[in-house]
């Protein structure tokens, strides 16, 4: 557990120090990395070439530098909106074309930047190194794609290919070269001029897709073990990763847009009206009976799990808290020397035992709060999510760490009481958020686990579920942590899509709350006592949170899936200060 931590906050460390290149080299002061993407305003950039594909627990920092050195220098070269209308629908035409434009962005190095150059190598290198040792290179495809790659490669940059595969790569290369040597000198020639470069590169791309069609018509039928070989090569050495930034690894990305109304009226975000906007603890709108039912429930499905709380509370011990200064420890043979054993040192020369040490004791002066969408769409997903919610809480209680768990969604659907006044007063023109919100209290800092835990179980109720805005609960639960003196504060939102008020959308825009949402955690990262992450429920929440994990709660959460939270908590954000 220690080592994960430890692996996390190396991880965080060096996202850090790569957005900081990246924002130098391109002057974009809105990129940032997030769970080891290139993100800007928190949208993942759609960078897809192959090598730039890092793994943090396996890649090496020189490695990881090279991939953020070759994203900014793509970032600063190429016209992204020009690159998406030439980009071909084939798919081998397409990792080509990425690949090689890509390549061409990073042969237009800045001059008198040898440290720059050397770590564009070494990710490459690593790349190449790791295409070769997989035995993605033993293939027909895989050895064509890969020859490809390191021709394009050495022609554009002008360094040489992998010592490690050139005699693997050597007939290949000079069976390709008649075909495809105009196309590589022509690159070369026009690398200054995207447009240019695009039309030979795509048609390389063209020719070697239809090498590879060819030859596959040439196969027999029976060759399904050949076919499956190559169809493995060419995914490993590509990056399909959403091409159209919909699906990465199971997990939808949340869509957003931007709200024309929230743009122009240059008011900023507005409430039409706050008469029935309420905050309400959430068991008081529960019967007792019910109540004693639905925790009966809950803890029959967490029993089930077999779930360690001890150890799930150490973890989050640990993970949160902070080294402080606990006195010195006397004695000791290396250190600070000790004043008052001066005249020892002159009896006993021989005495090593002079010294002092600063001890320091791990103290959790943390506070963990929990916000959790309460619209409809969740009220599927809210057996595993109160499970989840009652562990955490459960374990963070036991650790000695403050925690509570709020939610947030509407006193009705589509706008409610609100609604009607709006409509009475003549409909007045984008009214803002124009709904009753419903703050809901599950447990509060101040009761513990055993005494909120009947509380808790009012997340089952499905019909407090109905609509969400966001923005307002965010800002309303980080006002509740700004309220306790501890030295880091937490916020965690649960959620499974983006903000949604029926009424507020049909009388603005679809994205005014969503836009709303953006600002208020925007705003929340600008002050910095309070660091806001995003827990999606089946969904990417990048788009939103800066720092974000998404979940698949289809089945109930295990040890595993704490594990990954627990560290997520302690280092998915910036310490506050």
């Known amino acids: ?53 890092t793994a943090a627990a396996e890649d090496t920092f020189a490695s990881l530098r090279g991939a953020a050195d070759g994203a900014a220098l793509r970032v600063r070269h190429s016209d992204a909106e020009l690159h998406r209308q030439l980009l071909p629908n084939v798919s081998v035409e397409r990792l080509l074309f990425e690949l090689l434009e890509q390549l061409r962005c990073e042969s237009l190095l800045p001059e008198g930047m040898p440290g720059l150059e050397q770590n564009l190598r070494d990710r490459f290198d690593a790349w190449s190194r790791a295409m070769h040792r997989a035995g993605i290179v033993d293939g027909h495809l895989g050895l064509l794609l890969y020859t490809v790659a390191q021709m394009g ?25 008649p075909m495809i040597g105009v196309s590589l000198a022509s690159m070369r020639r026009t690398r200054g001029d995207q447009r240019a470069f695009a039309q030979h590169a795509l048609e390389l791309a063209r020719q070697i897709s239809a090498m590879i069609d060819a030859e596959r018509a040439a196969r027999l039928p029976d060759e399904v073990e050949d076919k499956q070989e190559d169809e493995a ?104 020397i000790d004043g008052r054993r001066l005249a020892q040192l002159v009896s006993s020369p021989a005495e090593r035992r002079l010294f002092r040490l600063e001890q320091h004791t791990p103290i959790a002066e943390s506070m963990v709060s929990f916000l959790i969408d309460c619209s409809g769409s969740m009220r599927a997903q809210m057996e595993p999510v109160a499970m989840l919610i009652d562990v955490l809480t459960r374990a963070l209680d036991a650790a000695g760490i403050a925690n509570e768990v709020l939610g947030f969604t509407t006193g009705a659907w589509n706008g409610g009481r609100a609604r009607q006044e709006w409509l009475a007063r003549g409909r007045p023109r984008h009214p803002g958020r124009l709904t009753e919100v419903s703050h809901l209290v599950f447990k509060d800092a101040a009761t513990s686990w055993r005494r909120a835990r009947a509380d808790i179980a009012a997340l089952l109720k499905g019909d407090l579920f109905r609509e969400g805005v966001d923005g307002e609960a965010v800002e309303w639960a980080c006002n509740r942590l700004r309220t306790r003196a501890v030295n880091r504060r937490i916020l965690i939102v649960v959620s499974d899509g983006s903000p949604m008020d029926a009424a507020t959308n049909q009388a603005n825009d679809a994205y005014y709350l969503d836009n709303h949402l953006k600002l208020v955690i925007g705003a929340q990262q600008a002050a910095g006592d309070v660091e806001v992450l995003g827990l999606g429920v089946g969904l990417d929440l990048s788009p939103y949170y800066r720092h974000s994990l998404a979940v698949d709660l289809s089945v109930p959460p295990d040890m595993t899936m704490l594990a990954e939270i627990a560290g997520f908590i302690g280092a998915g954000g910036r310490r506050a200060k």
């Open 233 to 336: 090569a060419r995914n490993a050495c590509s990056l399909f990763l959403d091409f159209e930034d919909g699906v990465e690894e199971g997990i939808t990305l949340a869509h957003t847009g931007e709200s024309r109304v929230l743009r122009a009226l240059g008011q900023g975000y507005r409430v039409f009206t706050t008469r029935y906007d309420r905050e309400t603890y959430a068991a008081t709108l529960v019967r007792k009976a019910l109540l004693a039912e639905y925790r009966e429930r809950l803890d029959e499905r967490i029993g089930a799990q077999a779930l360690n709380v001890p150890r799930l509370a150490r973890a989050l011990k640990a993970a949160l808290a902070v080294p402080q200064r606990d006195g010195w420890s006397f004695g000791e043979e290396y250190g600070h």
């Open 1 to 53: 557990m220690a080592s994960d931590r430890e692996a996390a906050r190396r991880a965080a460390r060096g996202d850090a120090l790569r957005a900081a290149t990246v924002r130098a080299l391109t002057g974009d002061a809105a990129l940032h990395y997030s769970n080891g993407r290139l993100c800007r305003n928190m949208k993942p950039l759609p960078l897809h070439a192959p090598h730039l594909r």
């Open 153 to 177: 490669w050495s022609r554009l940059s002008g360094w040489p290919v992998l010592e490690e595969t050139e005699g693997l790569i050597e007939a290949t290369r000079a069976s390709i070269a």
